[in-house]
């Protein structure tokens, strides 16, 4: 796309449900996406497994992160570039995160791009309903940490994306999109779905889809929209013009969701 970037974010679920049938959904939903940059939550990589490269073969470079859990368990960043930099970050913030259930760190990689220097951040806090004041937490240590590596550069821009696991009107995301303060900072991150599609719910972990009951029984809470793409701003708004904003993985492939997740994508280019 001359001028712009299409940036992508998706929870894999790792190798719940039919994997074979799902691993067909997620090639295809990806083969038609042409993204530029991915940040994919719940990927197994192990010595037997690597379920990022199943997906999208040896077109793309691929991350993973180095902390995972002893099934494999972790966060991966797919890009059309080599990175410049990769960084990670521990996000075990408190007693109850546990390193065997959940990785607890996030990723960040420096592309160049066609839009100068992009810092691409994959966060993934914990995912416990109770576990708000984790992610809370979580939210603040990623905004100080990204503060840390842009360095008040003002070439730079940041994208945050990841399965955040927490909705809209939660303290984590309201930081992170400049509705409040905690632990003595604010930042501004312009959420795509509400600047895109104002108003549409976007629910991105539902009963629309069924996979999200076949192993654990996830319909006792309401449709929710956790998962998030969000571009860094100034002192006017997001450093990205931001095109468009879609729900990725909500069609069905072969009569299966590639995931228990739907995804989210966005076009991004310059502001002119």
């Keep these: 796309m001359d001028g712009k970037i299409r940036v992508a974010t998706l929870n894999v679920w790792g190798r719940h449900g039919d994997w074979t049938t799902r691993r067909r959904a997620l090639r295809e939903c990806f083969r038609s996406l042409h993204p530029d940059l991915v940040a994919l939550q719940e990927t197994i990589v192990d010595g037997t497994c690597d379920q990022v490269r199943e997906i999208f073969g040896e077109d793309y470079h691929v991350l993973h992160q180095g902390r995972r859990t002893p099934v ?9 570039w080599a990175p410049d930099r990769v960084e990670e970050i521990d996000l075990v913030v408190t007693g109850r995160v546990d390193a065997h259930d959940f990785p607890g760190r996030s990723t960040a990689a420096e592309f160049a791009t066609e839009l100068g220097p992009v810092l691409f951040v994959n966060h993934k806090p914990n995912w416990q309903v109770g576990y708000e004041r984790e992610r809370e937490l979580q939210a603040l240590e990623v905004a100080r940490w990204i503060e840390r590596l842009v ?5 730079v821009h940041v994208v945050l994306g990841g399965d955040f696991d927490a909705r809209p009107e939660t303290a984590s995301v309201r930081f992170l999109t400049g509705r409040q303060s905690l ?3 604010s930042v501004s991150y312009q959420d795509v779905w509400e600047f895109a599609r104002p108003g549409e719910s976007g629910h991105t972990f539902t009963l629309d889809n069924p996979l999200i ?3 654990a029984d996830w319909a006792r809470i309401p449709p929710r929209r956790i998962d998030y793409l969000m571009v860094r701003c100034d002192d006017r708004g997001p450093t990205l013009r931001i095109h468009s904003a879609d729900r990725l993985a909500d069609q069905l492939v072969d009569g299966t969701f590639g995931s228990d997740h739907f995804g989210v994508t966005a076009d991004l280019g310059p502001v002119d």
């Design 72 to 80: 494999g368990l972790g966060c991966s960043i797919v890009s059309r």
């Design 151 to 155: 360095e008040d550069r003002d070439d």
């Design 183 to 185: 632990g003595g900072l």
């Design 213 to 215: 009951v076949m192993e």
